[in-house]
Each structure stands twice: as structure tokens, then as C-alpha cells.
Nanobody, 113 residues
Framework: QVQPVESGGGLVQAGGSLRLSCVAS??????MGWYRQAPGKQRELVAR???????NYADSVEGRFTVSKDKAKNTVYLQMDSLKPEDTAVYYC?????????WGQGTQVTVSS
């Protein structure tokens, strides 16, 4: 499987917003998840979306992040609002719960206080 390609990260002040994109094959048939890994911490799942569009979020991002997808573009998005310094991490996408793809390069999100 070709690894997903994530983009859209950057440096933003606390309270700001970013929109991440992930291009991957077969998003129509899989539960797609957005994961993140902060320095010195384990990678964690922050949001997921089913093939039917049902979403689920980690408590730490509930109400601030929104996951969506565009089947025609094989793209999954993560809209991140009200960003906090603790959201600083490299963000990745992959299937859930079984990882079908090798991890991509990810996209760095840095939130300054």
C-alpha cells in the first residue's frame, strides 16, 4: 500500500485554526483516523470517521476538531479550531483500528502560547 500524504500543518498562535488534509486510497472502504505524536509521547488517535460518515473524537479535542472526507478526492480532512499549545505534534492519518498503510511523513503542527 502506498502511504498516505498529509499536509496543511504549520505554526499558529493559541486560539488559531488549521485544516489538515490526507490523501489516501480506499478511504471509502475504511475507517480513517487522524493520529498525532508529540515529542516524547506515544502516537495517539484523535479523530476517526467511518465509511458512512460517523465521527468520533478523543476527549482532548472534542468540540474543537472536526473530521470530514471527500470520497471523490480520496481525501480526509481535520479542521482544528481553538488550538492549544498541547496540540503541538506531528499529525498522521491511517486506517483504524488496523493500520493498513505504512506511516506517512505526517505534517507538523506547532501552537505557540
Amino acid at each position: 500500500q502506498v502511504q498516505p500524504v498529509e499536509s496543511g500543518g504549520g505554526l499558529v498562535q493559541a486560539g488559531g485554526s488549521l485544516r489538515l488534509s490526507c490523501v489516501a486510497s480506499e478511504i471509502m472502504f475504511s475507517i480513517m483516523g487522524w493520529y498525532r505524536q508529540a515529542p516524547g509521547k506515544q502516537r495517539e488517535l484523535v479523530a476517526r470517521i467511518t465509511s458512512g460518515g460517523t465521527t468520533n473524537y478523543a476527549d482532548s479535542v472534542e468540540g474543537r476538531f472536526t473530521v470530514s472526507k471527500d470520497k471523490a478526492k480520496n481525501t480526509v480532512y481535520l479542521q482544528m479550531d481553538s488550538l492549544k499549545p498541547e496540540d503541538t505534534a506531528v499529525y498522521y492519518c491511517n486506517t483504524y483500528p488496523i493500520l493498513h498503510y505504512p506511516w506517512g511523513q505526517g505534517t507538523q503542527v506547532t501552537v505557540s502560547s
